[in-house]
């Protein structure tokens, strides 16, 4: 069970945030006037306004699922959780113009047994179309070329090759492979075939014998460790 702070109809974390409440923890926001869901904001990591979508940080929730739990969402917004595909969607939904106020910022926080490292890109967001939830990720200075993609930080991109791709799990299979990625490597994700980051993969802790089906980060610590923990945020770019 966990704790919400408050029901609001602010429609993001970061307006929860201009409006005085600065303590992270869960919320109910309404991004698009369609229903209120619960979120997890992250209002200290970088000045606040963060909405949470993923976190893996102990292995206590299973993230090998089907398209159902990872259309709606599954785990403890306090612990473990993906948010799901729906509420991302409508989180990001809106923000596909040249208005910063219009457009999110990505934020990925790995942490390994010895170290964390960090990566920024934008524009992130989640489309619809034929129900699959793709993964576009453009600049905001070259929106016009959706190609091109800026990203920032040290944890090294892993993401790019993702982007454009529909999400694929063990039941629905997305991807470009003739057989199932999100079986092969025992995740969901936005396979290509296969994949540079598995951040849905099994919770192995650290080093792993088995080949790409943990928690991987390939930029940062290749296919054989699973990284501690990982977290996936968005905000939006005039925050």
Known sequence: ??????????????????????????????????????????????????????????????????????????????????????????????KRTSSDSERNKYTLSLGSYSGRRKMFATIFNIDYAKFAFSCAIQTPSNLSNAFWVAFSGTAGDSLSSHRGRPFSTKDQDNDDLSSNCAVIFKGAWWYQSCHNSNLNGLYHHGKHSSYAEGVNWNHWKGYYYSVKRAEMKIRPVSF
């Open 1 to 94: 069970m966990f704790h919400v702070l408050g029901f609001h109809s602010t429609a993001s974390c970061a307006g929860l945030y201009k409006s005085g409440k600065t303590t992270s923890g869960v919320y109910t926001i309404d991004p698009d006037g369609s229903g209120a869901f619960d979120v997890f904001c992250d209002q200290t990591t970088a000045g606040g306004g963060w909405a949470g979508f993923q976190k893996r940080m102990d292995g206590s929730v299973s993230f090998y699922r089907g398209w159902t739990d990872y259309k709606n969402g599954f785990g403890n917004l306090n612990g473990e959780f993906w948010l799901g595909l729906d509420k991302i969607h409508r989180l990001t939904k809106k």
